[in-house]
């Protein structure tokens, strides 16, 4: 350390020393002697340099549950989230770290805690892997390396046979060439910082944070810039949100009925030392002015909440313009929601449905088979608990068309079941057609694994993707982004042939993670017996109740299974 200071103590990038990252060498949580010597470590390296920020370790998630602070100067962390997938994990936890919480430094009571240290997330970022013409169209010379903190996991950073796997794994019919998914998955990333960067600029509490990284570093590949420091698709954008002075709408969602009201509160975070004398805050829609606010007496360094505003969705096009400005323009943002024109919402099959479902866990007296029809999902805000949502699947489905029935009889032409039973199989083998909405452990099929580690996208990114062709009411934009917030399944299928080229057609929606590593499937249709199956772990009983694109992909995957289009490869082996 003595050397180090030594070296580079007038450096002018240099603006805060850090004795451990992430805890590595030491075990901050569990052992006395390492909080001991941390603590020791920060006194000496401050009387080195009295002058800048000293940070005794950043914590992060570790095996043995997390890592503290003992003594520093910036009560920090490290995050990773995948997004859309844990949109509201990462809003939960950085509103908890803004407030300030105890478990960030020791508690057992050797911890020096001023509380006045800033609030800091210090690491988070997301993949856009990049185009390879920086590397004359090949591979990099390092696309051998990879992770080297596991086997499996580290696996999905490791660029090795990128171009084949790309090809075996039939990924052009989801993105024509690589090329084309590198800008998407850019895209992607993009669109993730906006959303966590929105998030932590309306906290005031929450003083600063760094992106990992400036620029890709050899196969880590979320850099604003490539491996040659050259500009991703994303670059002119980045201003709108990650600048001195911003303004920055919170939504509860991003997918409406085009007949629903879209609700939208507005933060303004001034840093910058542009005078805001005199300046207004504009947020409009479809050219008309939605809210108007008087930001001058916004000082800087603040964040101050500008209020809400609701406005009907019909004709829109679902973009909201924001601006902050006093004759000129100081800064501007745009938000762009999915809005589902409202003749989505009603089912094209007609015929009987039984609909099978596990029975709900809840004492609530309502009765989704014999409730009136309800043709427009619960909002959101409403006080719904989860068991409450399953019992209205069976008035949603009434109300959006179907002919539901709670058994299977004559008249049956389709079931939709998250539970299987031995009648559903035996249904389905006579030559059924059945939507199985595999969202348990109980899959009588293929494998369902959670979304852990890799499949979890928390670190290298996974990147969920639909089949084009299949869906016609939902919006396919590869990757999925923010509108499937609440929305992204919490299992994969896994087992299946995935470099089969005679199935792949079969592969209705999945996902890949970093270096177009780790496939697993979301959504898979396959014949069993003389019948028909689609499977899938989009999240659509859960979500129904709320998230118009759970009932506008229940109708695709109904109107597909029902189709003559719907022609599986694949069967099940079953006996």
């Not at 932590?200 to 880590?220: A, C, F, H, N």
């Not at 596990?358 to 989860?386: G, H």
């Not at 389709?414 to 559903?424: E, G, H, K, M, Q």
């Amino acid at each position: 350390m003595h050397e180090m200071i030594a070296r580079d103590f007038n450096h002018p990038s240099l603006m805060i020393w850090t004795m451990i990252n992430e805890d590595w060498g030491s075990t901050l949580l569990l052992s006395a002697d390492d909080r001991a010597w941390i603590a020791e470590m920060v006194d000496e390296c401050r009387q080195l340099d009295p002058t800048r920020l000293v940070v005794d370790n950043s914590p992060c998630p570790a095996p043995w549950g997390f890592s503290v602070h003992v003594k520093s100067d910036l009560d920090d962390f490290h995050v990773y989230t995948n997004i859309p997938d844990q949109a509201d994990t990462f809003e939960e936890f950085v509103e908890g770290l803004a407030s300030r919480p105890l478990w960030s430094f020791s508690n057992t009571g050797d911890a020096q805690r001023t509380g006045h240290e800033a609030i800091i997330l210090s690491e988070f970022g997301n993949w856009g892997v990049p185009s390879l013409k920086q590397f004359g169209g090949g591979l990099p010379d390092w696309a051998d390396l990879s992770g080297w903190w596991s086997p499996w996991d580290g696996e999905a950073g490791r660029a090795e046979g990128l171009l084949e796997r790309y090809e075996a794994l039939g990924l052009k019919a989801i993105w024509p060439d690589y090329e084309a998914f590198a800008a998407a998955a850019q895209w992607h990333e993009y669109h993730a910082l906006k959303y966590e960067i929105e998030t932590m600029r309306r906290l005031p509490k929450l003083q600063g944070y760094v992106i990992t990284e400036l620029s890709d570093i050899y196969w880590e590949s979320n850099g604003l810039l490539d491996f040659a420091r050259n500009e991703k698709v994303f670059h002119h954008q980045l201003a709108q949100f990650n600048a001195e002075d911003v303004i920055v709408p919170q939504l509860d969602r991003y997918a409406y009925w085009s007949d629903e009201s879209a609700k939208v509160t507005v933060y303004a975070s001034h840093y910058s030392p542009e005078d805001w004398a005199g300046a207004r805050a504009t947020v409009s829609a479809d050219g008309a002015v939605l809210l108007e606010s008087d930001v001058s007496d916004v000082q800087r360094g603040a964040v101050s909440e500008l209020g809400s505003v609701s406005y009907k969705l019909a004709g829109s096009n679902g973009a909201i313009s924001l601006s902050v400005s006093n004759g000129k323009t100081l800064t501007t943002n745009m938000v762009q929601l999915t809005v589902l024109p409202v003749e989505a919402r009603q089912a094209a099959f007609r015929g009987e449905v039984a609909v099978v479902l596990r029975p709900a866990k809840s004492n609530t007296a309502i009765d989704a088979w014999s409730a009136p029809a309800v043709a427009t999902p619960v909002a959101q805000d409403q006080l719904v608990d989860s068991a409450e949502a399953m019992h209205l699947t069976g008035s949603l489905l009434r109300g959006s068309g179907y002919t539901v029935t709670r058994t299977i009889s004559d008249s049956t032409k389709l079931v939709i079941s998250d539970n299987p039973t031995a009648d559903v199989l035996a249904w389905v083998q006579a030559g059924g057609d059945l939507l199985y909405l595999a969202n348990n452990a109980g899959s009588p099929f293929f494998w369902v694994n959670g979304r852990g580690g890799t499949y979890g996208g928390r670190w290298i990114t996974s990147w969920n993707w639909l089949r084009p062709g299949i869906y016609k009411r939902v919006p396919v934009d590869n990757p999925l982004k923010l509108p499937f917030m609440d929305m992204t399944p919490d299992g994969v299928i896994l087992g299946l042939p995935v470099t089969d080229a005679a199935v792949q057609g079969d592969f209705l929606a999945g996902q890949i993670a970093g270096w177009a590593q780790h496939p697993a499937l979301h959504t898979v249709q396959f014949r069993y017996g003389q019948g028909r199956v689609i499977m899938t772990t989009y999240p659509i009983r859960e979500s129904l109740h709320f998230q118009p694109l759970a009932l506008a992909m229940l109708h695709d995957l109904v109107d597909h299974l029902s189709s003559e289009a719907c022609q599986p490869m694949l069967s099940m082996n079953y006996r």
